[in-house]
């Protein structure tokens, strides 16, 4: 008997989502709890397991395809996996053009096949950027466009194919995914409907260096995981937002939302784009948890794997471009939040101090701002307080 495979239910604040890819094609084996086809929305990426051993019958939406929650996917038939492994081999051995490409060539999914008869592209010669391997539509239109190589990484057919004419411009379009198209659009919605200002100031990384350099292989031993300097900022940025609770506050309507909390979201890079995972509560977590907890969400990130729940809320946000070498920038809000604090490269700059020039490994920081809730003064003594508890750590711990 089939069983019927659907979408997962969305939260309310997603209306529908993408067939991206699958994993699973008709005839072929599953696992229990193996991932058949992933649904990527405007803020992640969800994945579809499989609810039993056996094999996917019929495929309900292709790849590319608008689906609402609970949709109808598949069709499913639960059965020993190594039955329902033979009619999917002899499947896989007929649509081959020839049986030794067969076993060497890597699987396409519907739309990346279809692509390579329309493009003329044979998949058995392309490598996939796909989940294992798999040869996506992508792929499939990257070789079609993709120029010839030279003579002589291609000795036996470069005779036919006429040389590359100097000046040749290749262009490639591509739709953007959900997740970029959403992302576009709350930056957007950042810049023109709030009074976003940036203050700038500088810290010295020295003491926190010292600190690290002190204590850090103690630090790991003991709590399994590296003291970084993203820490110190959260914890740095948790003692501010207490004296200051506006930067910590929220507009709603004509309202202005006070937070006896703090919930600060930490930027990550992935693949899809920018996210901010939110470190809930953080002003009761150790600097060893919120190292752990950054990590975790650093590598959920990298393999799309972050919940909705884990990147929804969060009352200030932290960025930092100086993992990719900026030196300094103007980071975005991320409303309805009204502050964010953006971290830059470390750079050795000749600073002077006690009326000596001395060379320290400098930072600038930047806060921006929302003009209409926070003024000018209140986000200068916010980022100086940062300054001086990031200066000396010591404050962190006394409590001044």
């Known amino acids: ?34 991932v058949i086809v992933d649904i990527e929305t405007d803020k992640v990426v969800m994945e ?20 609402l929650s609970k949709e109808l996917l598949a069709l499913f038939e639960a059965g020993d996996v190594t039955h329902a492994a033979a009619p999917a081999a002899t499947m896989a051995a007929a649509a081959a053009p020839a049986a030794s490409r067969a076993e060497t ?24 950027s796909g989940k294992g391997g798999r040869i996506t539509k992508q792929d499939v239109l990257q070789a079609a466009q993709a120029p010839v190589v030279s003579a002589q990484a291609q000795p036996t057919v470069a005779a036919s194919v ?28 950042a810049k023109q409907s709030t009074a976003m200002l940036t203050t700038f100031n500088e810290v010295n990384m020295a ?25 110190f900022f959260i914890k740095a940025a948790v003692e501010a937002l207490k004296r200051y609770p506006a930067v910590n506050a929220s507009i709603d309507g004509q309202d202005i939302v006070y937070h006896g909390y703090q919930d600060i979201g930490v930027a990550v890079s992935s693949d899809k784009g920018l996210v901010v995972p939110i470190l809930r ?8 948890e919120m190292e752990a ?3 975790e969400y650093g590598r959920k990130a990298k393999e799309g794997k972050l919940s909705i729940d884990e990147m929804s809320g969060g009352t200030f946000s932290i960025t930092n471009g100086g993992v990719f070498g900026s030196l300094l920038s103007t980071p975005i809000l991320n409303p309805p939040q009204t502050a964010i604090l953006g971290m830059h490269k470390i750079q050795e700059r000749p600073m002077a101090v006690n009326g000596q020039v ?16 926070i003024d000018g003064k209140e986000a200068v003594s916010f980022l100086v307080a940062i300054k001086d508890l990031v200066e000396d750590p010591a404050r962190l711990l006394l409590d001044i």
């Open 358 to 373: 001395v060379i320290l490994p400098m930072m600038y920081l930047a806060l921006s701002y929302d003009h209409r809730l």
């Open 293 to 295: 907890k950054v990590g």
């Open 1 to 34: 008997m089939a069983t019927e495979i659907h979408a997962p239910a969305f939260p309310e604040s997603i209306q529908d989502g993408t067939v991206a890819t699958w994993h699973k094609q008709v005839g072929e084996a599953c696992q229990r709890d193996e």
């Open 105 to 128: 060539a890597m699987p396409a999914g519907p739309a990346a096949r279809k692509a390579a008869a329309e493009h003329g592209v044979d998949t058995a010669a392309l490598s996939g």
């Open 162 to 189: 006429p040389p590359l004419v100097a000046g040749d411009r290749i262009e490639k379009r591509v739709p953007m995914t959900r997740m970029r198209m959403r992302i576009a659009e709350r930056l957007l919605e």
């Open 207 to 231: 003491p926190i260096m010292a600190l690290r350099k002190q204590y850090g292989e103690k630090f790991e031993k003991a709590h399994g995981v590296r003291l970084g300097f993203m820490s």
């Open 48 to 67: 579809v397991t499989a609810p039993a051993d056996g094999v996917l019958t019929q495929i309900i939406k292709e790849a590319g395809a608008t689906v």
């Open 281 to 288: 509560d953080a002003e009761a977590m150790s600097l060893a």
